[in-house]
């Protein structure tokens, strides 16, 4: 019997802060990073899983140390067991007796078992032989909901009703994986908007934005009004009237400063704002959502798992729900959010700014496209032109649109010469960066 | 200039499982666990500050590796202007542009910034010859203001009105520094009702409870029904009709549970029930909130920042706030906590289950009867008689009270014997167990 063999993390972290991609008004100068992992069996099929959790530098090496303290909760596992039962792997991990005080179920820790469970993710789909999103949409109604837990959802969605939401979805399976494969999945572009960007830089790349056919664009706000009202009005002028702009405060404000702020910039049509305060206000959210309608508000790449996604759509806080592939604790949880949002009649539109967020969450929103939700009106998954030639199996876009993928796995998989030469603090882009400043 | 010169960090460990201390329906086997912090500078005073984060076990070597990644924050510091603006200092490091990525404010790496904070505080009650409590009780208002961030809070509670709470409080510190002194502060006990205990146990530990002067006991629940409910008989009939008896679920049961469940155990006089659902539930409090009413609900141990305690004061989840010395980061959030409490004008009773949670939380307590809420009504310390031994300054309990700490600092400090011999794993407690179990 196969077993799990082998379990290797990496430190890996790319110099992003040197040109300001990536600036908002609460992440000024992020390195985007990863705390890597590949896992490897005795099965002789050669197949690796590889996975990450997402940082945006310091810390890397903490987060790095969380993935690696759960060695012995996949090492000796036997393989075909823990493939076929990874609703029950996932509890083992979550629901561990003591790592579970470190959460529970959030921050670091929650982050890093997002890593094991995604790398597991990625070898189940490698040796099947079929990218992830094809993989879990070829998954029986049961066999889905086997893999979330309901703890602390059942006020909100039950098993059974988690049931019926997907076999009401199953008649038209077959034709929805023909028009994804057709047609792709849309995009939209957060590139335009970043806040350390210029305003020569920021109409260019707005008439980029439309003219590689994306229909939506999204601004970074939060740091000056003043300032924001001139980067909407150009952004405006430059995309023309029909062209969707989000903005996007990254936390940024307290309940009434946010409610004023955004209406000071609502002339300019805002289709939503994103993240207007702390991720953990569910009750602020709310209350910024009834001051400020008709725009709408999206959010979730920091909210840390599917109890407070409950809440969010319990108490009317978002009208978009922001999944992120390497925040929660991996694929199962994310069903879990995927099929919340379903209950409750809200798009999914992932989050995806960072290093390979947009190869793994296409997944998802390609999986509840064919098997959950069944569509994509008011639907688009961000995307960010960073750091894609890392990935052996990297996103493509085509007219605005996320390309189907069609390589075995779960699009994860970092080149070898990237693990070695971005690995912090040894690996040469670091080591050449330190003889140059000094 | 004086200045932050070493940070030393330990990964301790209590090797509790072995006998069950610490039982509860989530947390089968803990071992109590100190991700533990001394810093030190060159003022020649020979002072030392301490500071910890706890674990119950696995995962405690995260947490170490998480306080290390701080070192940089403050190794350098010039010692007087950083105790001399420790709001600035708590900003500096819960603000830090990258490491906020990993929570932001949750999990291993707030609970780190709260053992570095502390670690702090301890050192500037020793430097001012003062215990931590009468430090933040000589305060002034302004200064106490000054060392709260009021973002994300503002909706709730601004710094004017936090002003006006602790002018209100002003006049009669004098006289409650003195009631404080004479008497002490109320404390309950959850030594009796661990889940790993049997009847007789309870029973006689119950006894014991009552004549040593508690007013009040805790008992856990939640693994079985038929066995709470024959406990909570037994409790009932072994401490009588005129003790308090407050139950604990540890967050087990989901929001419909946690209803039946506790009206189930209601003909028993049940003073509160404490974390019945998760602890990021802030809904799903207030509705079993209502559904059990009279029943009071009462949490925080895990609640992990001020933003949710705001939420659930907000919402009506709960009337008893449990602050937690080691999950927040540190002195400066409770402080905040302690003034949403005030403005909400619900009870204080800190969570002190755990090794040394007793000794660093009475402080908050006792500078929250000096200088917030002015009161003892209703609130009391939970008490739980483990591991003090080894604590250079332990809590004494007399007649069902905290007795006030007159030695100078935050009573964290641990003894070196203690720091060698349970560090993790090399700490002869952990050699020689490992000896024995081949």
Same sequence: chains 1, 2.
């Avoid at 945006?56 to 493939?83: C, K, P, Y």
């Avoid at 993710?121 to 990218?131: F, S, T, Y």
């Avoid at 970043?194 to 934005?209: M, S």
């Avoid at 922001?322 to 379903?342: F, P, Y």
Wanted: hydrophobic residues 45%; glycine residues 8%; negative net charge.
């Amino acid at each position: 019997m196969p077993r799990f063999t082998e379990f290797e993390t990496y430190d890996v972290r790319f110099p992003t802060s040197r040109d300001l991609d990536g600036s908002d008004a609460m992440n000024a100068d992020p390195d985007y990073s990863a705390a890597y992992l590949i896992v490897r069996t005795d099965a002789g099929d050669g197949l690796e899983g590889h996975g990450f959790a997402f940082t945006i530098g310091r810390g890397n090496d903490v987060q790095t140390a969380a993935i690696e303290a759960l060695r012995d909760h996949l090492v000796g596992l036997d393989l075909d067991a823990t493939l076929n039962d990874l609703g029950g792997f996932w509890k083992s991990l979550v629901h561990d007796s003591q790592l579970r005080w470190l959460g529970p179920e959030k921050g670091v820790m929650h982050m890093a078992i997002g890593a094991v469970v995604n790398a597991v993710w990625d070898l189940a789909a490698k040796r099947a032989g079929v990218p992830l999103w094809k993989l879990l949409a070829d998954l029986t109604p049961e066999q889905i909901v086997d893999l979330v837990d309901f703890r602390y959802l059942t006020d909100a969605l039950t098993r059974d009703e988690a049931l019926e939401i997907l076999r009401k979805a199953e008649p038209g399976r077959a034709e929805r994986e023909q028009q994804l494969r057709e047609r792709g999945y849309p995009a939209y572009t957060t590139t335009p908007g970043w806040l350390g960007y210029d305003d020569d830089k920021l109409v260019r790349l707005c008439r980029e934005a439309v003219a590689d056919g994306f229909t939506q664009i999204k601004l970074k706000v939060g740091a000056d009004l003043d300032d924001d009202i001139r980067r909407m009005r150009l952004a405006r002028e430059a995309v023309g009237p029909d062209v969707r702009i989000a903005i996007d405060a990254n936390q940024r404000w307290d309940v009434a400063e946010a409610i004023a702020w955004v209406r000071a910039l609502a002339p300019y049509d805002v289709w939503w704002v994103e993240e207007p305060t702390s991720p953990d206000d569910i009750l602020g959210h709310a209350a910024i959502a009834r001051g400020i309608a008709p725009i709408r508000v999206a959010t979730g790449e920091h909210v840390q798992n599917r109890v407070v996604f409950k809440q969010l759509l319990q108490a009317g806080s978002l009208e978009f729900v922001q999944i992120d592939s390497a925040r929660v604790a991996g694929v199962n949880e994310n069903i879990a959010i995927l099929l919340l949002a379903a209950k409750f009649g809200v798009p999914v539109c992932p989050h995806a700014g960072g290093v390979g967020l947009c190869e793994l969450v296409q997944h998802l929103s390609m999986f509840d496209l064919v098997a959950v939700s069944g569509s994509t009106d008011q639907r688009v998954i961000e995307y960010v032109d960073h750091l894609h030639e890392h990935f052996l199996d990297p996103v493509v876009i085509e007219a605005g649109h996320y390309v189907a993928p069609t390589r075995p796995g779960y699009s994860a998989e970092m080149g070898a010469g990237t693990l070695r030469d971005f690995r912090f603090p040894a690996g040469k882009v670091w080591t050449e960066s330190k003889e140059q400043s000094k």
